[in-house]
């Protein structure tokens, strides 16, 4: 599932309420497996070595991508700034519309009528 070509959500983007307009295209620059995590994840905590390569990205970028707050409790952990989980959310639901759109109308009635089969 890796993303090489830059689909559109990667591009500049303005999440509401955000000082500075955001970008993904960062994302190209990590493993495909971190890649894949992140697209099907935005909002778990991060490894610290996925949280360090995130942070090293950041400075290049000069844009937030880890929040710069590590949360507290037992165990402590790294998150994504929220633009960037904005942003992410945003990629996947295109691709999910994508891919539901380039399915046939039986796969479709089929996917629907056992939606809440167990899996």
């Given at each position: 599932?890796?993303?090489?070509?830059?689909?559109?959500?990667?591009?500049?983007?303005?999440p509401k309420?955000?000082?500075?307009?955001?970008?993904?295209?960062?994302?190209?620059?990590?493993?495909?497996?971190?890649?894949?995590?992140l697209l099907?994840?935005?909002?778990?905590?991060?490894?610290?070595?996925?949280?360090?390569?995130?942070?090293?990205?950041?400075?290049?970028?000069?844009?937030?991508?880890?929040?710069?707050?590590?949360?507290?409790?037992?165990?402590?952990?790294?998150?994504?700034?929220?633009?960037?989980?904005?942003?992410?959310?945003?990629?996947?639901?295109?691709?999910?519309?994508?891919?539901?759109?380039?399915?046939?109308?039986?796969?479709?009635?089929?996917?629907?009528?056992?939606?809440?089969?167990?899996?």
């Amino acid at each position: 599932m890796g993303y090489r070509a830059a689909p559109a959500g990667l591009r500049l983007f303005m999440p509401k309420h955000a000082k500075h307009p955001v970008t993904l295209t960062w994302l190209r620059d990590l493993p495909m497996e971190d890649q894949d995590w992140l697209l099907a994840n935005p909002r778990l905590p991060l490894s610290d070595q996925l949280a360090d390569r995130l942070k090293e990205l950041q400075q290049a970028v000069e844009q937030p991508i880890v929040s710069d707050e590590k949360w507290s409790g037992e165990p402590t952990y790294w998150k994504l700034d929220w633009h960037v989980i904005t942003g992410l959310e945003a990629i996947r639901n295109q691709l999910r519309g994508a891919r539901w759109d380039q399915l046939s109308d039986d796969d479709r009635n089929y996917y629907l009528e056992h939606r809440d089969d167990p899996s």
